[in-house]
Each structure stands twice: as C-alpha cells, then as structure tokens.
C-alpha cells in the first residue's frame, strides 16, 4: 500500500493529499493553473542553476524519506 503524503496546496494553503487528485500537489485546476500563471508571469524564476552539493543534498534526503 502506497504512503499518504498530506501537503499544503501550493497556492491556497488547503490541506490536500498530494496523490489524491491528478493535479496533485495543488487542491483543484484552479489553484493549478494560478500557479502556472505566475511561472509564466515570471513571478517566479529559478534564482541559479542547482549545484552538484546541492543534488547531494536532495538526494540524501530522497533516501531518508524512503526509510
């Protein structure tokens, strides 16, 4: 039986199962394509590329998580 990973939306804050709905993370289209929006907007950007500590770093936290 697969994990139940309870997350925040994204852009509304509702408390939403991240698997739940095929527009997981967010609770609903809307809140999807708000976000896709602002990344379109460039209200966000990605400040500098990930370095290779950085990968590490994810990674070691990706294997913790599957503990």
């Given amino acids: 039986m697969a994990k139940r990973h309870s997350v925040h939306c994204p852009t509304c ?6 698997f739940e709905k095929p527009v997981g993370p967010f609770c609903s289209n809307r809140c999807q394509m708000v976000d896709l929006g602002k990344w379109l907007n460039e209200e966000y950007r990605v400040s500098e590329p990930l370095s ?8 070691e936290i990706e294997n913790q998580n599957r503990s």
């Fill in 13 to 18: 804050k509702t408390p939403t199962d991240y």
């Fill in 52 to 59: 290779p500590t950085d990968i590490e770093l994810l990674e």
